[in-house]
């Protein structure tokens, strides 16, 4: 299993990115999918979830409205498109899944929103 982001880099506030998230080595669409932070000196957190089929989706509160979590299955892929964003949303991005109760993580892509 293999999950590898990209995508991201220095934003100004207000501004948009997305981040993305390959993954190989198991059956993509038959597990949820979800994006996770982490804030300097902070432990990490989720952000969002999908389901395996896309149709449901879970936001952390700070992120209704502005993130939108989405995913395609033909690609093995997952997206993050992040809007309105501001210096606090400054983190280290993961991408995560849970096959067979392991855990999966990415290497981490940093977002740094700053003017």
């Known amino acids: 299993v293999e999950l590898v982001e990209s995508g991201g880099g220095l934003v100004q506030p207000g501004g948009s990115l997305r981040v993305s998230c390959v993954t190989s080595g198991f059956t993509f669409s038959d597990y949820p999918m979800s994006w996770y932070r982490q804030l300097p000196g902070k432990e990490r957190e989720s952000v969002a979830i999908i389901s395996g089929n896309g149709a449901n989706t879970y936001y952390t509160d700070s992120v209704k409205g502005r993130f939108t979590i989405s995913r395609d299955n033909a690609k093995n892929t997952v997206f993050l498109q992040m809007s309105s964003l501001k210096p606090e949303d400054t983190a280290v991005y993961y991408c995560?899944?849970?096959?067979?109760?392991?855990?999966?993580w990415g290497q981490g892509t940093q977002v740094t929103v700053s003017s």
């Open positions: 995560r899944t849970i096959i067979r109760a392991r855990t999966y």
